[in-house]
């Protein structure tokens, strides 16, 4: 889903995840979802 923030939306495996923004998401934040 498209909107003002997101530009795309995809699912990966936690192993796979594509480079972060770490200025919006950290590795740890991520770990935690």
């Not at 997101?6 to 935690?32: D, G, H, Y």
Request: zero cysteines; proline letters at 6%; a negative charge.
């Amino acid at each position: 889903m498209k909107g003002v923030e997101t530009s795309a939306v995809e699912f990966f495996a936690e192993n796979k995840l594509p480079p972060l923004s770490i200025a919006r998401n950290t590795q740890t934040q991520i770990e935690m979802a």
